[in-house]
């Protein structure tokens, strides 16, 4: 045989060999591509037990797992962790780790880390543990972590306090993308999550007391369902937004209601055109009539006791007129309840703080103000 033809033999065979190896060779290095930030560790455990950061602590239950963009670790409990059985928080990794049954407190915020209503959230992190200890904060958000400021300022308060969970709403566990939604129905999202015990409502503008933590132990020991308060003479509605909390014990006939939440709001209102109060009317509308059916809430109200169903007096009493739940004092300075007020329209009345709080049907007379109403 010829050299030349020796030599068309083997660029024929190369080229047989070449037309079945190099897709495979195509589909390995498109794999490696797609695959190479993939994370093939459990889905929710921060560090296999037998990583260096888990031993590197003296008790063995306790591991180490790295805040995610943010340049500090947290300890937790495997015990804990392993109790979630697969569960999933509707919040995040960093809420998933802390296990079952947690106690939170949960908030809205919406917009940049450098508004001040971001300052509430360290503002009432920092009473957490004395007013509600053992209670986790979940911020449920909209933030931009790829924007390196925005990153940071989340980070400081990540890396400082071990109590809060960061919930990005663009990508919630179970629920999906709700940063399209009415931004206050998103701290709504702890009603019926399987990691959950028992869960309040507030407001970042608020900062958690001590007369609505003797109204939320009233509640535990009442083994009521539901917990809603009213406190000024402007709070008339059935629940309030930011001063109600539940206990996720039937959440096979709540979890619907929670789904109902966020579809009404979605079907009913479009986004950017959300009018003021819309998450209490959402509330109003599908939370309520359920709660009336199962008569499962207890509320703690001060001045509209005889407008509403289910209600008692707050058992502690005002420190000063300006100390009422849900006061913007955050931000919004002299807001107070006068002690003194007009005939009532009734004929009962609740003693609650300093003087008598005098049960209203109308209501504006009673609010003294210096500043300016939220």
């Not at 400081?156 to 071990?162: A, F, G, I, T």
């Not at 939320?216 to 009213?230: E, G, K, L, P």
């Not at 509330?283 to 499962?296: E, F, G, S, Y």
């Amino acid at each position: 045989m010829s050299p030349l033809r020796h030599l068309q033999l083997i660029c024929h065979h190369v080229w047989r060999r070449a037309n079945i190896l190099l897709p495979a060779l195509l589909i390995t290095v498109l794999l490696m591509v797609l695959l190479q930030d993939y994370d093939f560790r459990q889905p929710a455990m921060p560090h296999s037990p037998d990583s260096e950061r888990d031993t590197a602590t003296s008790n063995p239950d306790i591991g180490v797992y790295e805040l995610r963009g943010c340049n500090c670790s947290r300890k937790y409990s495997k015990s804990a962790y392993r109790t979630l059985n697969g569960t999933r928080s509707n919040c995040g990794i960093t809420a998933d780790i802390r296990g079952a049954k947690q106690n939170v407190i949960s908030f809205s915020f919406y917009g940049i880390a450098s508004s001040v209503f971001f300052r509430g959230i360290e503002a009432n992190l920092a009473k957490v543990p004395e007013i509600y200890p053992g209670w986790v904060v979940r911020v449920y958000n909209d933030i931009n972590m790829s924007e390196p400021r925005q990153r940071e300022l989340v980070c400081d308060v990540q890396c400082r306090y071990d109590n809060v969970d960061f919930c990005d709403v663009h990508d919630l566990p179970g629920l999906g993308d709700l940063s399209k939604k009415f931004g206050m129905i998103w701290r709504f999202m702890p009603l019926a999550d399987g990691t959950v015990e028992r869960f309040i409502v507030r407001d970042l503008d608020s900062l958690i007391g001590w007369r609505e933590r003797a109204a939320v132990d009233d509640w535990i020991a009442s083994n009521r369902t539901f917990h809603a308060m009213r406190d000024a003479p402007a709070h008339g509605t059935e629940i309030l937004g930011g001063m109600w909390g539940g206990w996720n014990r039937y959440n096979s006939i709540y979890k619907p209601a929670r789904d109902r939440i966020i579809k009404v709001t979605q079907q009913r209102y479009k986004p950017c055109v959300f009018p003021q109060g819309l998450d209490q009317d959402v509330l109003t509308a599908v939370l309520w009539p359920l709660i009336q059916q199962h008569r499962d809430l207890i509320s703690h109200d001060s001045y509209l006791c005889l407008h509403y169903p289910m209600t008692k007096p707050f058992p502690k009493q005002r420190e000063s007129p300006f100390d009422f739940v849900g006061s913007p004092s955050l931000f919004v300075k002299g807001i107070r309840l006068k002690s003194i007020v007009r005939a009532p329209v009734g004929p009962q009345s609740t003693r609650t703080g300093n003087g008598v709080d005098l049960v209203l049907r109308k209501t504006r007379s009673v609010i003294g103000v210096k500043g300016t109403l939220p």
